[in-house]
């Protein structure tokens, strides 16, 4: 099976602007999870998506969003960006069902620069 | 909130074992396992559920202490692969499967 795959892999944009990652999961898998990591903070989650509904949501403000297609594919927004929004994406599927702990499997991250 | 991870980082010879652990202030439903290289990815390594099972493949394992809310994962006789960054990750028990969660991360360098 294909692994995860994120595009694009690198990104250079201006404060202000916004960006939109795209990911595409392993087939098969329904749910998605962004996370973003930096240095300082390690991996933080943003989001999880199953059946294009957002399931949960972690402690990031109204400028990161996203969203989940009928094919599982899943792209995350994130406008007026900021210099602290530079970081790498990581986008992660799962077999995970319903409230059920399942492994994930992580694509290989869009690195974002925000000057 | 946040799982804490002990040691932050550390050094090891081939062949040397380790201990790395992973401990929450709240109940825990799980705690996953991953490892990743610098550059790359984080990989799944293993999840353990309440219960207080021990898993393990090759020479890395672990186990999980529901009362104590820790998991130790513990790597055997290291090989130079097994160099990278440990994350934690856990889910609580009052509401499981959501509020994934990362821990920190401990940085493991095998040398030969």
């Known amino acids: 099976k294909a692994g995860v795959t994120q595009t694009p892999r690198y990104l250079i944009k201006t404060r202000g602007q916004q960006v939109t990652l795209s990911c595409s999961p392993i087939s098969g898998h329904r749910s998605v999870s962004w996370y973003q990591q930096t240095p300082g903070q390690g991996l933080q989650f943003l989001f999880e998506?199953?059946?294009?509904?957002?399931?949960n949501k972690g402690n990031f403000p109204g400028r990161f969003s996203g969203r989940q297609f009928s094919n599982s594919r899943s792209e995350m927004n994130v406008s007026t960006l900021e210099l602290g929004d530079s970081a790498l994406y990581l986008c992660a599927s799962s077999p995970r069902i319903k409230a059920l702990s399942y492994e994930q499997y992580f694509g290989p991250g869009t690195r974002l620069t925000v000057t | 909130q946040q799982p804490v991870q002990s040691p932050q980082a550390v050094i090891l010879r081939e062949g040397e074992d380790a201990v790395i652990n992973c401990s929450s202030s709240k109940a825990l439903y799980s705690v996953h396992w991953y490892r990743q290289k610098h550059g790359e990815a984080p990989v799944f390594l293993m999840i353990l559920l309440k219960g207080g099972e021990q898993k393990g493949h090759d020479k890395i394992s672990a186990s999980f202490n529901e009362k104590k809310q820790q998991s130790s994962l513990y790597l055997t006789a290291s090989q130079l692969s097994y160099s990278g960054t440990y994350f934690c990750?856990?889910?609580?028990?009052?509401?499981?499967?959501?509020?994934?969660?990362f821990g920190p991360g401990t940085r493991l360098s095998v040398l030969p």
């Open positions: 990750g856990t889910e609580p028990s009052d509401n499981y499967g959501q509020n994934f969660v």
């Open positions: 998506y199953f059946s294009e509904t957002q399931r």
